[in-house]
């Protein structure tokens, strides 16, 4: 039958599942993703100074060198996240056509918040805002001053709302597409297919990719456990259980830790990580309310309009900074928004993979709403309400050397209202579900990526992932006096590096999801009756002016050739 297109009528159906691989191990990633992290992790055992100058050597080129394409870059996928959000492309879901969500908005939102940045926001809530507040980036206004409260609002909220989420909003889209919707295996390398062909992607260079998208995710999950487990253990010395935090008790911390995030990963997404990202959900609502409450309520509710407005007016500015702008703003960017981009894109395999697993069935509008405008809201909230009261308490929390102490910021707020020590073992808990709910999402994820992209890894493999993660994340705080983590940083600065590469893979995402979306049967059915209604009309005035009705019925013949309009028609 003609169907007024340049391709069967089978294209504009629903999609075919593509042919899956064998759900088994794959040995080739997993080994050489295992043997690499390991290397690494000798390495610092056995010459750490050595490890932590070369990875700073490597940073410090990244950031020099390429801080502008991180720049450039990371606007870029704000850009890209929202126009095809808003699109005609929107309307596409994540899944077969009229497939239901597989979770609750709620919960879905818990788990997508708790897994991108909770003991992020934890333990920067109070800490990032103050330090902006006493030393604002160069450049901009004196520190101290109601205009430095303003732009410490405004700098946090550029590096953790729209631009963060729209680096995992880029890859969660690829992966969630080509997996629920045309049935690719949930690996990072599956959504080059467009670009690289089938047999690329299941082939060397796709392995390599994804081993790639392991070693970030391993070694930046660790990290940032190190740092949550290093606040946990400032929160025990700070209610006076301890005299000080030494290695054996940030050990005890993430071992215990670990035994129940792989509890947790092991139970699956629908029991353990969405049941924790639900509860933290809850504990995180009642810290905030009693800050809200017991701190300077107007000056919070005064910062939100206010945070809002300076964040759209200076948003160009904060967008435009790079290395040209000066040395010293030079090393402010490369400590602070270069980092921070570079951060989040070394975590887009493990956030972005993860919250494409808990995204099926929702439509691409949807995805990309939530991912990006709630847990910007949510930033824009938390933000308001812990950083406008340590700015409000700053003398208080930093003393007379007013330094900034980011382990122990937020306890030394809370040190200034009722219920001091309460509230104290409740953000202690918070840090410690973070770190459940996020390190067995990404054990998780490290599963999929080395057992040939299944949704539903084996357990020995995820217990694995998640026993590594735990044992790295202690040795990066072994191999260093946990006061001073030489080694923790080195390894950041490793995943920094990671980053890199990363995020020339985003780009070309971007290009294989477009070229993908662009041949998705809804697309196509939309064109074809775009083309169907057209020609017909003119058919109708033609032969019978404006008395004509249109009729859906079964052609024999087909239309005569040369009067089937061909793609470029349609694209002219």
Not at 3 to 29: C, F, H, K, N, W
């Amino acid at each position: 039958m003609a169907t007024g297109l340049d391709r069967p009528i089978d294209d504009v159906r629903e999609p075919e599942l593509e042919p899956q691989p064998e759900s088994r191990l794959d040995r080739a990633v997993f080994g050489i993703a295992a043997v690499l992290a390991l290397a690494v992790v000798t390495w610092g055992l056995v010459d750490q100074a050595s490890l932590g100058s070369r990875a700073a050597q490597a940073q410090s080129w990244v950031i020099e060198y390429t801080g502008w394409l991180y720049v450039l870059s990371t606007t870029g996928f704000v850009v890209f996240a929202i126009w095809v959000a808003a699109s005609r492309y929107g309307k596409i879901p994540l899944g077969r056509d009229g497939e239901r969500p597989e979770f609750r908005t709620t919960s879905w939102i818990a788990m997508m918040f708790s897994a991108g940045m909770g003991i992020g926001l934890m333990f920067w809530g109070v800490a990032e805002p103050l330090t902006f507040y006493l030393s604002p980036p160069p450049g901009t206004v004196e520190a101290g001053t109601d205009g430095a409260a303003q732009v410490a609002m405004a700098q946090t909220l550029f590096h953790w709302t729209l631009h963060p989420w729209a680096v995992y909003a880029v890859v969660g889209l690829a992966i969630g597409y080509g997996t629920f919707r045309l049935g690719r295996p949930q690996l990072i390398s599956s959504a080059f297919t467009k670009l690289l062909g089938r047999k690329q992607t299941r082939g060397p260079l796709g392995k390599a990719i994804d081993i790639m998208a392991i070693f970030a995710t391993l070694f930046g999950s660790a990290a940032s456990l190190g740092l949550g487990a290093l606040q946990i253990g400032a929160g025990i010395e700070h209610n006076g259980w301890v005299d000080s935090v030494g290695e054996t008790l940030v050990v005890v911390i993430i071992v215990v830790l670990t035994i129940l995030f792989i509890l947790s990963a092991v139970s699956g997404v629908a029991r353990g990580i969405q049941w924790l990202s639900n509860i933290n959900m809850v504990l995180a609502l009642v810290l905030a309310a009693f800050v809200f409450i017991a701190g300077p309520t107007l000056t919070m509710l005064n910062l939100i309009p206010t945070s809002i407005a300076d964040y759209v007016a200076m948003l160009p500015e904060m967008a435009g900074r790079t290395n040209a702008n000066g040395a010293a703003l030079a090393d402010w960017l490369g400590a602070w928004t270069i980092f921070y981009w570079a951060w989040w894109v070394s975590w887009t395999p493990f956030v972005g993979m993860f919250i494409a697993r808990i995204s099926r069935g929702r439509t691409i509008r949807q995805f990309v709403t939530g991912v990006l405008l709630v847990p910007s809201m949510v930033s824009l909230v938390w933000f308001a309400i812990f950083g406008g009261a340590g700015i409000h308490d700053a003398e208080a929390i930093t003393g007379a050397d007013g330094v900034v102490d980011s382990n122990y910021a937020l306890f030394d707020l809370l040190q200034q209202y009722p219920l001091a020590s309460v509230m104290t073992v409740l953000v202690m808990v918070l840090v410690g579900i973070f770190f459940v709910s996020g390190a067995d999402a990404a054990s998780l994820v490290m599963g999929t990526l080395t057992q040939r992209g299944s949704i539903h890894p084996s357990t020995w493999n995820v217990i694995f992932w998640g026993a590594l993660t735990g044992a790295v994340a202690a040795i990066m705080l072994l191999i260093a006096d946990p006061g001073d983590p030489v080694a923790l940083q080195g390894l950041q600065a490793l995943t920094i590096v990671a980053s890199l590469p990363f995020l020339l893979v985003m780009v070309l995402l971007c290009v294989s999801l477009y070229r993908d979306l662009r041949e998705d049967p809804i697309i196509l059915r939309e064109d074809l009756a775009q083309t169907l209604v057209e020609e017909a009309v003119i058919v109708g005035v033609d032969r019978h002016g404006e008395d004509f009705s249109l009729v859906v019925e079964e052609s024999t013949t087909g239309w005569p050739e040369e009067d089937i309009p061909t793609k470029s028609d349609r694209d002219d």
